[in-house]
């Protein structure tokens, strides 16, 4: 009986066979490559000739003034993206699908989603001049409400948050697409059900389609949470200054000067080390909890 | 999860080299394990030839015979282009050195200039170098260390033609970089310290409107910055200039603060001598702090951009392109970007190049750094080394001589020198030479001793003398008036020039406390200029030392001790 079964599956395990090879090679092998976070690392040397350090890489990144305040401002900014890039599109999503007049709808979709495609080189000069205190149109429009000019981009309460607004504005008409997916896949049955037992739509929102759409969301807030470290390289690298170092540093900017403009491929290996280990962490306690509390599964 | 995915290519990506890494190193050890004692062998083996054959053998222009195979890697870009039929395995400078030479290139590997660093990581990883090939400073230490570099001193005695000869010596301290432990292991970059010295640059069409004298002390910079920003130069009725130009960088070229520190005698980011001949950091001494002073009380005057902090360099270019700010100090190619830009769209703007000037009485001194990041080197074991020697004499004979510029310039638009390898390599006059070869020119009327780059400048000169507004940024770097004639007369014959005085390798402590320490540095002086107090100088000095610049200059200062 298990020989036919193993006969019959063979052709499909074949099949399996390239990409498992791929994902061997390319996603698994290179995890031992992590070992030169171990090392003082020279690429003359190489993985098998560099002297093995232990943990001092981890210990000097450590050890590094400002280590924390960066890890800090990581952690801030991350967070609130994470809860602001869920709140904004599934709101979005939401208020979309109560709009009836189809070409209106898939107006407003297409014009949300534009701004994914831009690059944060351009948009990093756009906010530039769209934000100046003197000339640009955002305190213009401040100032005829009496608010005094305000100096987004070079004043350290102001830009972490400007980081989140700039983000979610660019990225949540692409996100909105996939709540948009979740809310087609809800039985039209079960909003025939409310309204006979006298739901209007405000009661059909919170008993029908937000749950319907609740696996999704699990799944799209466990992922997201992988990503408590990452503030977001593009978008801060290009807006940010000597001025809003002290809001404004991230462990990613941190790393590219210390890994990439010094060399130091260790140093900046151990520091996406941590990352990585940050990130694997919250993903296994989000995972547990979606399982625990929402009951639901992703794998 | 579309951010998820990209962390993880990025991730992938950079395991994924570690992986190449961690094969080749493998080939690496199995060949050194075939071959053992292979290093000596190979470097007894030319001196046993030589000596048995010294006459045949030392002739700067000799031919191999029978020909010898030379592998090399090539960098390639936008601006590399080949006539019909020709390529990077068959082109002029290639037949040129196996014609006369002897030598068959043969292109190991060809990539992308913007990749060719990280090509060469990889190739140094693997342990599968070119005989002959190029590599930084960083890669250049690394092999120097593991000892998988030729000791090109003796081949350099033997073979080196009086040009070469004098092109290396002219820049000893290049050559002192491409020197370690006694062994000349490298043919080093050209030694070009007058490229990297600011210039004062003034709209001198608003000057003129406004009749002020040109600049000649630090005050007349800050009147002339005062006078730009209130007297409304560009008449329209509104106050919508400023004084001078600044960039979130500071430091960088366009716009550039070095100049107006080295006013002050400071001399920011190099090493330079202190009375007692030790080395210390420019950053920290006083006169810096002297001059963070006057930039933030032209900074509260209004004469500098209040969002400055915020925009980088070529952000910051668009209010100089579009008339607003009539001042800066900048790098020699300041013409060409951004003042043409502002020169296209108000014809009637003149600018001037003008000699850093200084705050009192004594002279100043513009400052310029090299951080030697291109040296050309051969691959332990080659049995041939003095053949980078050899085309190193060729390339200079055939340029030195501008013999045939059609064939190993360029012609329509083919620049066939990009060809040839070892370029940039040993010092001559540098662009100094060109703007004299050109301003030459113009004086007896004969163009036709310029090489093809000098000619190309020199049409777009009298183009623009012709009208073409066009040719104005080049006849500002390379004309009459112009960078280069302001670095000539000033900065190379009255030798008005602090250099970098430290020229090594980054040492231990520099590679580990750069980066906190530029960080630290820049955030203390965008912060004074905004308006910090001024104690947060003298925070930033005891700070800088504390987190490892004490270290720092006293491993520079062993440095100093060796050489």
């Given amino acids: 009986m298990v020989e036919k079964n193993w006969s019959r599956q063979l052709p499909l395990h074949l099949m399996v066979m390239p990409a498992l090879l791929l994902v061997l090679v390319f996603s698994y092998g290179p995890i031992a490559g992590l070992v030169i976070a171990f090392q003082k690392y020279s690429i003359v040397k190489g993985i098998f000739g560099s002297e093995w350090i232990g943990f001092d890489n981890f210990r000097y990144v450590f050890s590094l003034p400002g280590t924390l305040d960066v890890i800090g401002n990581t952690v801030l900014i991350a967070f609130m993206k994470i809860v602001a890039g869920l709140i904004a599109p599934i709101a979005t999503a939401l208020l979309l699908n109560e709009i009836r007049i189809e070409s209106i709808k898939r107006g407003v979709q297409t014009l949300i989603y534009l701004p994914h495609f831009l690059s944060w080189i351009i948009l990093g000069s756009i906010l530039i001049d769209i934000l100046s205190p003197s000339s640009g149109i955002v305190n213009q429009m401040l100032g005829l409400i009496g608010i005094k000019p305000i100096f987004f981009l070079g004043d350290n309460q102001w830009f972490p948050y400007l980081l989140v607004l700039s983000d979610v504005w660019k990225e949540f008409g692409f996100s909105t697409i996939v709540y948009l997916a979740a809310l087609t896949s809800i039985n039209p049955t079960l909003y025939e059900a409310a309204v006979v037992d006298g739901a209007g739509r405000w009661k059909q929102t919170l008993h029908v389609t937000l749950p319907g759409m609740l696996p999704i969301i699990i799944l799209m807030s466990t992922l997201s949470l992988g990503n408590v470290l990452n503030a977001g390289f593009d978008q801060v690298f290009n807006l940010y200054s000597p001025q809003v170092y002290e809001s404004g540093d991230i462990i990613d900017t941190f790393v590219y000067r210390l890994g990439l403009v010094d060399a130091q491929y260790a140093v900046a290996t151990a520091m996406g080390m941590f990352k990585s280990a940050v990130s694997v962490l919250f993903v296994s306690v989000s995972y547990y909890l979606a399982y625990r509390l929402a009951n639901y599964r992703i794998f | 999860m579309k951010r998820m995915a990209k962390s993880a290519g990025i991730t992938l990506a950079a395991l994924m080299m570690v992986m190449t890494a961690a094969c080749s190193t493998a080939n690496n050890g199995n060949k050194a394990n075939e071959n053992p004692g292979s290093s000596p062998a190979a470097t007894e083996n030319p001196a046993a030839t030589e000596s048995a054959a010294p006459e045949e053998t030392i002739d700067p222009f000799g031919k191999f015979d029978p020909p010898v195979k030379l592998n090399v890697v090539r960098n390639t870009d936008s601006t590399f282009k080949f006539k019909e039929g020709e390529s990077f395995d068959n082109n002029a400078w290639n037949s040129a050195y196996s014609d006369q030479l002897g030598i068959e290139i043969v292109n190991k590997w060809i990539v992308q200039s913007d990749q060719y660093d990280q090509k060469m990581n990889a190739s140094i990883a693997a342990g599968d170098l070119p005989d002959i090939f190029r590599v930084n400073a960083v890669q250049f230490k690394q092999l120097a260390d593991a000892g998988q570099l030729e000791d090109l001193s003796e081949a350099y005695e033997k073979y080196a033609s009086p040009l070469s000869r004098e092109l290396i010596e002219n820049g000893q301290v290049a050559k002192a970089a491409a020197t370690i432990g006694g062994q000349l292991l490298a043919l080093p970059q050209a030694q070009d310290y007058y490229g990297g010295a600011p210039l004062l640059w003034v709209r001198t069409d608003w000057l003129t409107k406004l009749g002020l004298p040109e600049p000649e002390t630090m005050q007349d910079v800050f009147a002339i910055a005062e006078a730009f920003t209130n007297q409304d130069p560009d008449d329209n009725g509104k106050a919508d200039t400023l004084g001078l130009a600044l960039s979130k960088e500071l430091f960088g070229g366009y716009p550039d603060v070095t100049g107006f520190m080295n006013g002050f005698h400071a001399y920011p980011k190099i090493w330079i001598k202190d009375d007692s001949g030790k080395l210390v ?283």
């Fill in chain 2, 281 to 563: 950091y420019g950053s920290i001494q006083p006169e810096a702090k002297a001059a963070l002073a006057k930039l933030q009380e032209m900074f509260k005057a209004g004469q500098i951009d209040k969002e400055f902090g915020v925009k980088d360099g070529s952000k910051a270019s668009e209010l100089e392109v579009d008339g607003k700010i009539g001042l800066h100090f900048g790098a020699m190619w300041n013409p060409l970007f951004p003042l043409q830009g502002n020169k296209d769209k108000e014809p009637q703007a003149d600018w001037k190049p003008y000699p850093i000037p200084s705050i009192d009485d004594k002279q100043a001194n513009a400052q310029s750094s090299l951080d030697y990041n291109q040296f050309w080197v051969v691959r332990k074991g080659y049995e041939h080394p003095e053949a980078v020697i050899k085309m190193f004499n060729l390339n200079n004979k055939i340029f030195g001589d501008s013999e045939e510029p059609e064939v190993y310039h360029s012609k329509d638009g083919v620049e066939f020198h990009k060809y040839s390898l070892l370029g940039n390599t040993g010092t001559g006059e540098g662009l100094i030479g060109v703007q004299k070869h050109i301003a030459d020119a113009f004086a007896s009327g004969d163009a036709s001793k310029l090489t093809g780059e000098e000619k190309g400048y020199y049409d777009k000169i009298v183009a623009h003398e012709a009208g073409d507004n066009s040719g104005w940024g080049t006849d500002r770097v390379f004309g009459k008036l112009s960078s280069y004639s302001v670095i000539g007369q000033y900065y190379h014959q009255d030798k008005r020039l602090t250099v970098n005085e430290y020229f090594g390798a980054p040492t231990e402590t520099m590679g580990d406390r750069k980066a906190t320490l530029e960080k630290l540095e820049l955030e203390t002086f965008t912060k004074i200029i905004l308006g910090a107090p001024m104690e947060e100088f003298d925070k930033f000095v005891a700070d800088w030392k504390k987190l490892g610049g004490d270290q720092i200059t006293a491993e520079v200062n062993e440095w100093l001790a060796t050489k």
